[in-house]
T-cell receptor
Framework: AQSVAQPEDQVNVAEGNPLTVKCTYSVSGNPYLFWYVQYPNRGLQFLLKYITGDNLVKGSYGFEAEFNKSQTSFHLKKPSALVSDSALYFCAVRVLGGATNKLIFGTGTLLAVQP | EAGVTQFPSHSVIEKGQTVTLRCDPISGHDNLYWYRRVMGKEIKFLLHFVKESKQDESGMPNNRFLAERTGGTYSTLKVQPAELEDSGVYFC?????????????FGNGTRLTVT
């Protein structure tokens, strides 16, 4: 079965420090991987995606993610965290085949950046 | 362009009552999805429309849930009768017809509380 795991419910980091939010996946075939962010009382906003090509993908707000096929991981990173980055982050994998192309999400990781 | 809009933003109903959620996708987006997040859990797929046709409704919990997309524009999701376990945040998302790599655009969600 196809699945996404976000092993950390919460990540705490001091402002200015690098941050990592972990994601691992299980999927048959080549994965299409996504990161979304949810700010309070808002919908999910697309951050970045990996479809093919360079393993390091860059996205919005200075975030990047590294696709690692051997470890089946797609960790989200940022060199220097901001307090405004505090939000709920979701990793997702797209299920290909058929016409639906639906996303399977992880349980989310709450990122708390302390000033 | 206007984003995906959902109405209402919050709904509190009693067990046994009926609630109808509405989603207006981005204009021109043929694909419309409904997802749900129950407190602390992953965001789960409910169903997928392509224009007015249901492409995949494998995620619908049971026959108390009915989704429609008449005319291929806005969509409604009706819960009748509502049960306590239906509480959660219901997200609608849309994307254009081309490209399985295109990201979903999400609305802000409807928070449903069944008491």
């Amino acid at each position: 079965a196809q699945s996404v795991a976000q092993p950390e419910d919460q990540v705490n980091v001091a402002e200015g420090n690098p941050l990592t939010v972990k994601c691992t996946y299980s999927v048959s075939g080549n994965p299409y991987l996504f990161w979304y962010v949810q700010y309070p009382n808002r919908g999910l906003q697309f951050l970045l995606k990996y479809i093919t090509g360079d393993n390091l993908v860059k996205g919005s707000y200075g975030f990047e993610a590294e696709f690692n096929k051997s470890q089946t991981s797609f960790h989200l990173k940022k060199p220097s965290a901001l307090v405004s980055d505090s939000a709920l982050y979701f990793c997702a994998v797209r299920v290909l085949g058929g016409a639906t192309n639906k996303l399977i999400f992880g349980t989310g990781t709450l990122l708390a950046v302390q000033p | 362009e206007a984003g995906v809009t959902q109405f209402p933003s919050h709904s509190v109903i009693e067990k046994g009552q009926t609630v109808t959620l509405r989603c207006d996708p981005i204009s021109g987006h043929d694909n419309l999805y409904w997802y749900r997040r129950v407190m602390g859990k992953e965001i789960k797929f409910l169903l997928h429309f392509v224009k007015e046709s249901k492409q995949d409704e494998s995620g619908m919990p049971n026959n108390r849930f009915l989704a429609e997309r008449t005319g291929g524009t806005y969509s409604t999701l009706k819960v009748q009768p509502a049960e306590l376990e239906d509480s959660g945040v219901y997200f609608c998302a849309s994307r254009p017809s081309s490209g399985s790599g295109s990201p979903l655009h999400f609305g802000n969600g409807t928070r449903l509380t069944v008491t």
